[in-house]
């Protein structure tokens, strides 16, 4: 598999296989980096079908573990488009891979362009939802969390200005053909939540038996395989 490690705007980027009319933009998730597991099997199948794939690092992740700004979803966004520029120069069609909060930062970004198809795996399509349960298992209220503006925990950093920023950007269009993956037993995004929001915009919905939010082992990485390979 051809493999270009480049840097756009400063950012870590890798160019899966040749140059194509057709590109894939992939975000992983949270505490991940461009070169997850299931980036790999993207990747090895994407390319057979015609395809390249752009992956790249969101702040804090793989090669820019060193930076020591919070995380905010108007810098994914902002760097997401950079993303989408650079590869609009090189191709025809592009379609979006987002894995977990890669995919709800794809959501903030790309409802109102234009987009051939779509890829979730576990995506957060609420994040106002799951910081509101981690202000509970925090037991802090929203009053606490705006005095304190950062809540460590063993789960994930909570940070009000993202919060905010939630709050204030909720999704409510996506018109775009998607196809989602979730394992049964994810609870971060919750059944209900991905649901609503595939009902919501027509999305097909597939759950594997078992598979939890992170798909990392043997069975949960073989099932996105055939999962993939079967939509693109």
Known sequence: ?????????????????????????????????????????????????????????????????????????????????????????????????????????????????????????????DMERIIHNLMNYCHITEEQFKKKVIVENDIETLYFPYYEYVCKHPITNWPHETYILRGEMDTLSEYSYVKRFSDCFGCELIEQKGGEHWFHTESELDFFRHWIRNRL
């Open 1 to 125: 598999m051809n493999l270009n490690k480049i840097k756009i705007e400063g950012i870590p980027v890798i160019i899966w296989g040749e140059r194509s009319d057709k590109t894939i933009i992939a975000a992983h998730g949270s505490h991940s980096s461009k070169i997850d597991d299931c980036m790999w099997i993207l990747a090895d199948e994407a390319i057979k079908q015609g395809y390249q794939i752009l992956s790249f690092d969101l702040p804090q992740h793989g090669e820019r573990v060193y930076e020591t700004d919070l995380i905010m979803p108007d810098e994914c966004v902002r760097e997401l488009m950079v993303m989408y520029d650079y590869a609009k120069e090189q191709t025809q069609k592009i379609s979006l891979f987002g894995c977990s909060m890669g995919a709800y930062f794809q959501l903030l970004t790309f409802a109102d362009i234009d987009i051939d198809r779509v890829w979730f795996l576990s995506p957060v399509t």
